[in-house]
Protein backbone atom coordinates (compact mmCIF):
# COMPACT_ATOMS: atom_id res chain seq x y z
CA UNK A 1 0.00 0.00 0.00
CA UNK A 2 0.72 3.46 -0.42
CA UNK A 3 -0.26 6.10 1.19
CA UNK A 4 -0.47 10.37 -0.59
CA UNK A 5 -1.45 13.23 0.62
CA UNK A 6 -2.24 16.60 -1.37
CA UNK A 7 -1.36 19.66 -0.01
CA UNK A 8 -1.06 23.27 -1.38
CA UNK A 9 -4.46 23.70 -3.09
CA UNK A 10 -6.62 27.30 -2.80
CA UNK A 11 -7.95 30.56 -4.11
CA UNK A 12 -5.79 32.34 -6.50
CA UNK A 13 -6.59 34.98 -9.18
CA UNK A 14 -5.74 34.39 -12.74
CA UNK A 15 -2.27 34.95 -13.58
CA UNK A 16 -1.00 33.40 -9.86
CA UNK A 17 1.04 30.33 -9.15
CA UNK A 18 0.83 27.43 -6.72
CA UNK A 19 2.74 24.63 -6.00
CA UNK A 20 0.64 21.22 -4.64
CA UNK A 21 3.02 18.68 -2.85
CA UNK A 22 2.10 15.05 -2.45
CA UNK A 23 3.78 13.70 0.52
CA UNK A 24 3.93 9.49 0.41
CA UNK A 25 4.10 6.83 2.80
CA UNK A 26 4.32 2.87 2.62
CA UNK A 27 6.05 1.45 -0.30
CA UNK A 28 9.23 2.44 -2.22
CA UNK A 29 8.08 5.76 -3.71
CA UNK A 30 11.15 5.63 -6.19
CA UNK A 31 9.31 2.63 -7.32
CA UNK A 32 6.46 4.26 -8.82
CA UNK A 33 5.93 6.85 -11.60
CA UNK A 34 3.58 9.59 -10.31
CA UNK A 35 1.04 11.36 -11.77
CA UNK A 36 -1.10 14.57 -10.89
CA UNK A 37 -4.60 14.94 -12.38
CA UNK A 38 -7.86 16.86 -12.22
CA UNK A 39 -11.00 16.73 -12.24
CA UNK A 40 -13.43 19.84 -12.97
CA UNK A 41 -17.28 19.55 -11.74
CA UNK A 42 -19.22 17.96 -14.79
CA UNK A 43 -16.20 17.19 -16.73
CA UNK A 44 -14.00 13.73 -16.58
CA UNK A 45 -10.47 13.32 -14.93
CA UNK A 46 -7.79 13.95 -17.03
CA UNK A 47 -4.22 13.95 -16.70
CA UNK A 48 -2.21 17.19 -16.50
CA UNK A 49 1.49 15.74 -15.37
CA UNK A 50 3.33 12.53 -15.38
CA UNK A 51 7.29 12.12 -14.13
CA UNK A 52 8.41 8.45 -14.73
CA UNK A 53 10.16 6.72 -11.62
CA UNK A 54 14.03 5.67 -13.48
CA UNK A 55 14.63 8.58 -15.39
CA UNK A 56 12.75 11.35 -14.54
CA UNK A 57 10.71 11.96 -17.85
CA UNK A 58 7.95 13.84 -17.52
CA UNK A 59 4.57 14.65 -19.80
CA UNK A 60 2.05 17.20 -20.17
CA UNK A 61 -0.88 17.42 -22.29
CA UNK A 62 -0.92 20.92 -24.37
CA UNK A 63 -3.51 22.11 -21.59
CA UNK A 64 -0.98 23.28 -19.29
CA UNK A 65 2.58 22.54 -21.11
CA UNK A 66 4.76 25.66 -20.53
CA UNK A 67 2.57 25.94 -17.38
CA UNK A 68 2.83 23.38 -15.00
CA UNK A 69 5.93 21.64 -13.66
CA UNK A 70 6.03 18.24 -12.13
CA UNK A 71 9.20 16.92 -9.74
CA UNK A 72 10.08 14.45 -7.50
CA UNK A 73 12.37 13.88 -4.84
CA UNK A 74 13.04 10.73 -3.69
CA UNK A 75 14.51 11.28 -0.53
CA UNK A 76 11.95 12.87 0.76
CA UNK A 77 9.13 10.50 -1.01
CA UNK A 78 7.26 13.67 -2.26
CA UNK A 79 6.01 15.02 -5.68
CA UNK A 80 5.35 18.48 -6.23
CA UNK A 81 3.45 20.30 -9.34
CA UNK A 82 4.23 23.81 -9.74
CA UNK A 83 1.71 25.43 -11.62
CA UNK A 84 1.82 29.14 -12.96
CA UNK A 85 0.07 31.34 -15.00
CA UNK A 86 -2.90 29.39 -13.71
CA UNK A 87 -6.28 30.44 -15.48
CA UNK A 88 -9.65 30.18 -14.33
CA UNK A 89 -10.20 26.89 -16.29
CA UNK A 90 -7.60 25.39 -14.00
CA UNK A 91 -10.27 25.29 -11.40
CA UNK A 92 -10.39 21.59 -10.16
CA UNK A 93 -9.46 19.03 -7.58
CA UNK A 94 -6.56 17.95 -8.24
CA UNK A 95 -5.16 14.46 -7.12
CA UNK A 96 -1.71 12.78 -7.55
CA UNK A 97 -1.60 9.43 -7.73
CA UNK A 98 1.17 6.69 -7.78
CA UNK A 99 1.42 3.85 -10.51
CA UNK A 100 3.59 2.03 -12.95
CA UNK A 101 3.07 1.97 -17.19
CA UNK A 102 0.47 4.52 -16.76
CA UNK A 103 -2.23 2.30 -14.51
CA UNK A 104 -2.10 4.06 -11.10
CA UNK A 105 -3.06 2.28 -8.58
CA UNK A 106 -2.84 4.19 -5.33
CA UNK A 107 -4.58 7.51 -5.03
CA UNK A 108 -4.69 10.93 -3.10
CA UNK A 109 -7.70 12.89 -1.40
CA UNK A 110 -7.34 15.45 -3.41
CA UNK A 111 -6.70 19.13 -3.34
CA UNK A 112 -9.07 21.80 -4.39
CA UNK A 113 -7.72 24.70 -6.22
CA UNK A 114 -9.86 27.69 -7.71
CA UNK A 115 -8.48 30.65 -9.95
CA UNK A 116 -10.49 33.48 -9.77
CA UNK A 117 -10.92 35.87 -12.90
Known amino acids: QVQLVESGGGLVQAGDSLRLSCATS????????MGWFRQAPGKERELVAR????????YYPDSVKGRFTISRDNAKNTVYLQMNSLKPEDTAVYYC??????????WGQGTQVTVSS
Open 51 to 58: IRKWNGVT
Open 26 to 33: GRTFSNYD
Open 97 to 106: AAGNLDTYSY
